[in-house]
């Protein structure tokens, strides 16, 4: 079963970090790009970042450039997502999602989502 | 505020047609194709369509997509009471190098 298994959310108080993972299994993680992203609860859908199947090519929202760093390790068929400097606004539930295709790149729609590691940032 | 504007809700009655719209610019689903998802209560986000109008295997043929220039749209047809959901149309902008959603439709069906 193709499954992706998020983990390493927490409470954390503002300017505060944390490493996010994300655990791919049921299909060849190192044929796919990956992405983060985000959901405010009761809120919309927001693309933090993405990063292509060797790592080579990363892109980022906006509003996280400079703190958040995403990283993959094929080995062990997984996805991280380093957030820093921690924000009010950063509070929201992190989904790892697979880019739907086995190009490699990150471009195009995500055909597999995990359920979410929720990200609190609070003092 | 959205790069993708979406109408906040849209309802119909049983075995009605619902129509979502998404309206963007040049930089996003003028030039990228654009992708549905269906998120169902609680759940994560699911591909409805990819590639302005592919269904994956697995969708039912009542939901289909189209794009005309900048704007797209996802028609449901037959409405059904499990197709209550939030719909997020999506495209990557080659301005911004990133995916950008729309705000999310809600569909209620009445």
């Known amino acids: 079963e193709v499954q992706l298994v998020e983990s390493g959310g927490r409470v954390v108080r503002p300017g505060g970090s944390l490493r996010l993972s994300c655990a791919a299994s049921g299909f060849s993680f190192n044929d796919y790009g990956m992405n983060w992203v985000r959901q405010v609860p009761g809120k919309g859908l927001e693309w933090v970042s993405g990063i292509n199947w060797n790592g080579g090519r990363t892109a980022y929202v906006d509003s996280v450039k400079g703190r958040f760093t995403i990283s993959r390790d094929n080995a062990k068929n997984s996805l991280y997502l380093q957030v820093n400097s921690l924000r009010a606004e950063d509070t929201a539930v992190y989904h790892c999602?697979?880019?739907?295709?086995?190009?490699?790149?990150?471009?195009?729609?995500?055909?597999?989502w995990g359920k979410g590691t929720t990200v609190t940032v609070s003092s | 505020q959205s790069v993708l504007t979406q109408p906040p809700s849209a309802s119909g009655t049983p075995g009605q047609r619902v129509t979502i719209s998404c309206s963007g610019s040049n930089s996003n689903i003028g030039r990228s194709p654009v992708n549905w998802y269906q998120q169902l209560p609680g759940t994560a986000p699911k591909v409805l369509i990819y590639s302005n109008n592919q269904r994956p295997s697995g969708v039912p043929d009542r939901f289909s997509g189209s794009k005309s220039g900048t704007s797209a749209s996802l028609a449901i047809s037959g409405l059904q009471s499990e197709d209550e959901a939030d719909y997020y149309c999506?495209?990557?902008?080659?301005?911004?190098?990133?995916?950008?959603f729309g705000g999310g439709t809600k569909v209620t069906v009445l």
């Open positions: 999602a697979r880019s739907g295709t086995t190009e490699g790149s990150f471009y195009y729609y995500m055909d597999v």
């Open positions: 999506a495209a990557w902008d080659d301005s911004l190098n990133a995916h950008m």
